[in-house]
T-cell receptor
């Protein structure tokens, strides 16, 4: 079974704070993704990557940076967090570019006060 | 880019009845349509998909239908069980970026 692990699972910060969400996959997948889930919007793609050092912009990238340091590790960075970034964040991996099954992590709940 | 609309935000059925969840998409060139399930408080996992070279795919109690002319696809669940209660997300691949665009989700409740 494919494995995607996220940390932290819960995070509370204040407006203007600095947050890093981490994701590690042990599937040997090339593609990794960061989504946010909000009621009424479903899942929206923030950033994705198809390999170490690569970064692609998703549909809602404003206010987020990301970095893929290795094939296994993908980080999402919020350098000046705002209340509008309060959300449930999911990391996922796949071995195909959009036509392969996504394997999701357990999610990271971020609250920005 | 692709847009996916999921028409039912909530759906309630009696145990043993069938459930149908409908989605429409905008990108004529989209070719891949998966469905994901999210149980309460949990992550998402893949349930079934269909590609544009077929118009029907079945896996046990799940069937996906694809109508390319109408740009519509649907998930049919027969003989529903309480463990089918979850949020179901449809998605379509954007033909430009090849990334999945998700619908807003349908909360399915199967009542005993």
């Amino acid at each position: 079974e494919a494995a995607v692990t996220q940390s932290p699972r819960n995070k509370v910060t204040v407006t203007g704070g600095n947050v890093t969400l981490s994701c590690r996959q042990t599937n040997s997948h090339n593609y990794m993704y960061w989504y946010r889930q909000d009621t009424g919007h479903g899942l929206r793609l923030i950033h994705y990557s198809y390999g170490a050092g690569n970064l692609q912009i998703g549909d809602v990238p404003d206010g987020y940076k990301a970095t893929r340091t290795t094939q296994e590790d993908f980080f999402l960075l919020l350098e000046l967090a705002s209340p509008s970034q309060t959300s449930l964040y999911f990391c996922a991996s796949s071995d195909g570019r959009g036509t392969g099954q996504l394997y999701f992590g357990e999610g990271s709940k971020l609250t920005v006060l | 880019g692709e847009k996916v609309e999921q028409h039912e935000s909530t759906l309630s059925v009696r145990e043993g009845d069938s459930a149908v969840i409908n989605c429409t998409y905008t990108d004529t060139a989209s070719s891949y349509f998966p469905w994901y399930k999210q149980e309460a408080g949990k992550s998402l996992h893949f349930v079934i998909d269909i590609r544009s070279n077929v118009d029907r795919k079945q896996s046990q109690r799940l069937t996906v239908l694809l109508d390319k002319k109408a740009k519509r696809f649907s998930l049919h669940i027969t003989a529903t069980q309480p463990e089918d209660s979850a949020i179901y997300f449809c998605a379509a691949s954007d033909s430009g970026s090849w990334q999945l665009i998700f619908g807003s989700g349908t909360q399915l409740t199967v009542m005993p």
